[in-house]
């Protein structure tokens, strides 16, 4: 995971978010730290936090040439000598794929969810906030279980803050009530 998360940013800083290499890359790291939260019991939360900086800082690399995208298009500060219809286009293409990366995350931390709740043995029709321990769950797996989908909550909480910023960059209302409901889920 380590390894390949090094070639995501190699490739993010050569050739941008949207290059192949950088999918690949980044598909191999999410999945080794993904891999090490449930083999690494004792560990699982450092990997959670791995695996939660590796999406952000990726967040983070879109929004910077979206940033810079603006700033180009909108002519305060750079000077861009390529023509503004295909810089347009470019700017257009990172925003797209910037949503798409949200959409497959947001998917990501949804199936975490589930395959938490089967590593730990919690069933179906077991709320995440009210698992009881009379049903002979150990308190202890029921806890970290609990931690780690408040932590999944948290992030598709501010995943969905991200998606609603920046659907629709012309619109400036939002609708975070998608956000709010796994804030609130996290909170429970």
Known sequence: AIEAEKQLWASINFKGPLDEKVEESYCKARAGYENAVFVDNEASEFYDDQLWLLHYRLIEAYRCRIKACCQS????????????????????????G???????????????????????????????????????????????FQLLCHRCFIYLGDLGRYKELYSSPEIPSFNLSISTRHYLNAAS
């Open 73 to 96: 298009t909108s002519g305060s500060g750079l000077a861009n000598p390529q023509n503004p219809r295909i810089l347009q286009e470019n700017c257009a293409g990172i925003l797209t």
């Open 98 to 144: 910037f949503q798409c990366f949200l959409a497959k995350s947001t998917k990501f931390y949804e199936e975490m969810i589930s395959k938490l709740r089967e590593y730990y043995g919690i069933p179906g029709e077991c709320s995440i906030d009210s698992c009881v321990f009379s049903d002979g769950l150990e308190s202890k797996v029921v806890q970290k």
